[in-house]
């Protein structure tokens, strides 16, 4: 049976946490696509169209919820991985050599 020291210990808080920050940049990156790529989708739709076309309305009982259309569940979907990505941002360790 092997025994569990604390700097082994350490060694994997540490391997977990750059599993985290990776994320962190991954949300970041999604956020932002998300958020372009929806934003171009309407703009496409305006030129194109001249008005932007919402097909998806949900409705329960007598409450009616505003029609929405993919582009802007991405634009949602996007401002909210950029939230979180300004969570983690606060979590993350600071450069051991920042550049001045």
């Known amino acids: 049976m092997r025994s569990f020291s ?4 350490r060694r994997r808080e540490s391997d977990v946490a750059d599993r985290c920050w990776g994320v962190a940049d991954g949300l970041l ?3 932002l696509a998300l ?9 496409i739709d305006r030129i194109r169209l ?9 409705h329960w009982n007598g409450a009616y919820f505003p029609a929405f259309n ?3 569940s991405a634009i949602t979907v996007g401002a909210a991985c950029l ?12 450069d051991a050599n920042p550049i001045s």
């Open 6 to 9: 604390a700097a082994r210990l």
């Open 70 to 72: 993919v582009a802007d």
């Open 83 to 94: 939230l979180l990505d300004a969570l983690f941002e606060g979590r993350q360790k600071p």
């Open 50 to 58: 001249g008005h932007v076309i919402d097909f998806i309305h949900f």
């Open 29 to 31: 990156a999604c956020g």
């Open 35 to 43: 958020v372009l790529g929806g934003a171009l989708g309407n703009l």
